[in-house]
């Protein structure tokens, strides 16, 4: 499968962003999906994921409140819904594919180009 993100930008503390991530092949349901986000200096790290259907959602701590994650199968999309953005959650935003629910970066089996997300304060 190929991954491109898409959607990020400039935005002040505060604001909000939606983060695309579209999908090729026709076996888009069978993949877990995630976000992963990286700042300068700092290691890769799972911002959210959800299952095939949907039903079952993770969001790292720092994230939980404030970001959303949602796929539809039937465009082979995910998104993710970014609000009360802060200047920390400032990284280049990448979506990913794995074959089960997992939860380090290199467990996922596909990744697409990064999105660069910037928040001012």
């Known amino acids: 499968v190929q991954l491109q993100a898409s959607g990020g930008g400039l935005v002040q503390a505060g604001g909000s962003l939606r983060l695309s991530c579209a999908a090729s092949g026709r076996t888009f349901s069978r993949y877990v999906l995630g976000w992963f986000r990286q700042a300068p200096g700092k290691e890769r790290e799972l911002v959210a994921s959800?299952?095939?259907?949907?039903?079952?959602?993770y969001y790292a701590d720092s994230v939980k409140g404030r970001f959303t994650i949602s796929r539809d199968n039937a465009k082979n999309q995910v998104y993710l819904q970014m609000n009360s953005l802060k200047p920390e959650d400032t990284a280049v935003y990448y979506c990913a594919a794995a074959y089960q629910i997992v939860y380090e970066d290199h467990e996922y089996n596909y990744w697409g180009q990064g999105t660069q997300v910037t928040v001012s304060s």
């Open positions: 959800i299952s095939w259907s949907g039903s079952s959602k």
